[in-house]
């Protein structure tokens, strides 16, 4: 009983970050517990969970009202936590760089040597590419409140960063050649040559997140 | 209606975590919902709120059963806490020296100044002084991502954190000298200075508290 409830739960709960993550609920949408039980066709109690975690997560507020809304945050707010995810995870890189998980990176750094620029899902392998990438240099970390609060700062930032893959900004080859150098500053043995790539490649991502918004209605 | 059930939850909430702090709750009691809506005479939701609260800022976990129980870190974790809560408190002086509220400290030095170190509240007068110090460093950062952080570990550290002011510890008298010292350091304009003297003052908090609890019987 209490599997299939938490298993209800994580269901929820994903699809919701599916949702989020590829644009079908932008930033503003408003989520109520009665509307997703109809749809999902399950009861009060793993709704208002999933959701519940989804807030932890920082990804929806709960209105003053009822119910909730894609969080939407401002761009000041934006720029705040794409600074602190870098401030972070440059800190993780910097007193970390013998823990970083190497067999990853070179696996993840073949795949993506291998992967054609010009295929219908470039864009989908640099997203999980990119994904993997940030999740290995957070993991090694060896203090678990940092990591756990690296993760958590991946997550807020979900909502936003496709924006650095919309049309206009780097092409998917560019990506892919910008990824590629970063992989190999992060497998270099270097440690200072690895957190200036680093450096530099979260704070482009910064900067064309933060310029894609700027035309955005607000 | 509604101010009426957030202002239930958040009474809830406050009682909970009073107890947490004082150490009425220690770490590893176990918490039902249904043993505090008899208790308060409040209804489920305003509990399961509270609940959920002191739930995101790590003071309680939810059992695989049911229920919750108080945070029961091992020294391994608690240390790592204390260490993830240094970097960042030292983070936030380093880069926002200059945003520190003046004031608040100057009056925050005078009231432990005059504060008798022989009364029968000194302790109290300790906890409270160290309280508003730490957050007003961490109140200075210029980052709300970063502030969050820290005020969550501030919050997640408290029910350990009075194991420094333990019987064997530092005395009260000596407590107030060494705050005094930093509430100096930090009023110097010398940042470097400061930063020095808040990165010994929280090696000393952490080194106390892991001894203190390394004599309680895991």
Known sequence: ????????????????????????LPAGTRLTEESLCAEFAISRTPVRD???RLETDGLIERLPTRGYQVCL???????????????????????NYAGLAI????ELRAELAAADPDAADALETARTVDDRLHRLVGDAADNRFLREFHARLLCRRLPYRDFRNSPGALSPAELRRERLALLDALLSGDSERACRALAEHLEAGRRDVLAAMRQIPQ
Chains 1, 2 share one sequence.
């Open 1 to 24: 009983m209490a599997l299939q409830k938490i298993s209800l739960v994580e269901q929820a709960r994903t699809e919701l970050l599916r949702r989020i993550v590829t644009g079908l």
């Open 50 to 52: 999933a959701l519940s």
């Open 73 to 95: 945050l401002d761009l000041a707010a934006i720029d705040e936590l794409l600074v602190c995810r870098m401030k972070i995870e440059l800190m993780i890189l910097r007193e």
């Open 103 to 106: 067999a990853g990176l070179r």
